[in-house]
């Protein structure tokens, strides 16, 4: 059986290749190289889920690997207008000074916007799917995932969050979530699907129950979490009084929760039997992670 | 012959149309709001040059709205960032406060982005044209049109030349527009050819000359235009002691200049004949607009 560990650190290699390759293609300026700059390290663990997810429908990782470089591109544009003075104002991403400070504002918001776009284009490229339809089940559905329904609205409920009376409860924390971080999990997870014109039922309720996992560790790894591991500032929920997983479940309810959820992804996957084993072990992952 | 202006708001009017109920459809938030407000008034002038030409391909305006949509959804997102502090600081827009005046700067940001998204997921719906290779023609084309090869470059082009120490010259400046206002008229202008599998040059050497005429009758707008008439602060390139095709021609050299490239566009659209004349008129109405 292949070892997760080993599979995702070669796809993060493949999917950075090819992301890097698409952003060396444009004419040079500052916006280039400070695309290059946020679309470098990062787990790429949604890119991992599309090549994943491709192989479960006999699509190798050539003809999956520009939409797994789409959805990174999509990430990276959302970390780099997050961490905007204006949004969570962070000043370190991975370790490194975040796009506006290592350049500025206006070079962070075009960088943003053009990693957006290079996402689409990705995906309208020739070797985004087998086919010219997978190819926009593909784009339609990552608009819908990325956009004004999906990841933008969870920003902008958690902004409304940030100055609503009352705290949010766990059902609009859970909805919340559902756009921030799970939109895009459930697209990585469901693309290979898409791609093959199967239906992707079994793989976005494995990734429901993943992305929920994911943000809990997320709030767990903000409380408990090691700064330099992480590369990034922690401790930013409490500091800031937000509602989270662990202010509503406490630590150890949150942690029982995570794991009941990993369960739950891991019995979705069972119509693919042995073959999704890397996808459970991805599943288990994502809660025992220190980044 | 159809009246011009008579054409233009008949299209101002279905690409609006269009482009509110695909907003509308998303689910309720601030950004939501947001959107439907930046995506409100304007000329509209790329959503009319894609029905002009897609009606010169044989599609009608029910196959063509969601691409005028769709590129206007595009112009909305980079009004809105464009205005942004950060960027070129502009408090009125249309005649109404900006974005992040009238909300605030992390609403603004995701607006502009949603919108961007929303652009994508038009062109990847069922009525973006008439067949599934019409609709990837149009997505990918505008991925490389509005991102960091044509859009965004011009901008990131724009932001460099405001620090460099010496003025740009007329090539540079013409390259600076190309990105900024040409590339998305081209889009527009060449988007009907695209839709149908025909060849887009015609259109694509109309484009050009008009993008660039547009570009100098916004320099001379700047200088010698109406402020309440344009609907947003004039007189900030001088100010800003920025180059453009007026302070490097002067007015009457510009003047002169932006009548050689309506000429210029008229000629190139001989081949569809007297069926192209509302496009002749469009070239015209760039230079002598007032807003």
Redesign the interface.
Known sequence: MTDFPAALSAAAERVETRLQAE?AS??Q????DA?AYAARGGKKLRGFLVLESARLHGIGPDRAVAAAAAIEAIHA?SLV?DD?P??DDDDLRRGQPTVHVKW????A??T???L???A??L???EDAAPD??G??AL??T???A????GM??G???D??AETAIDPLDLAAITDLQRGKTGALIAWSACAGARMAGADPAPLAAYAQALGLAFQIADDLLDIEGDAALAGKRLQKDIAAGKATFVSLLGVEGAKTRARHLVAQAQDALAPYGARADILRQAAQFVIARKA
């Open positions: 952003i444009l004419p300026s500052t916006v280039r695309m544009y207008h905007l204006a949004m500025d504002e206006a070079t918001i075009l943003g916007d053009a957006q776009t290079l689409f284009g995906l309208a490229s010219d339809a190819r926009l784009l339609g990552l608009a819908h990325s956009g004004g329904a933008v609205l920003q902008a409920l902004i409304s």
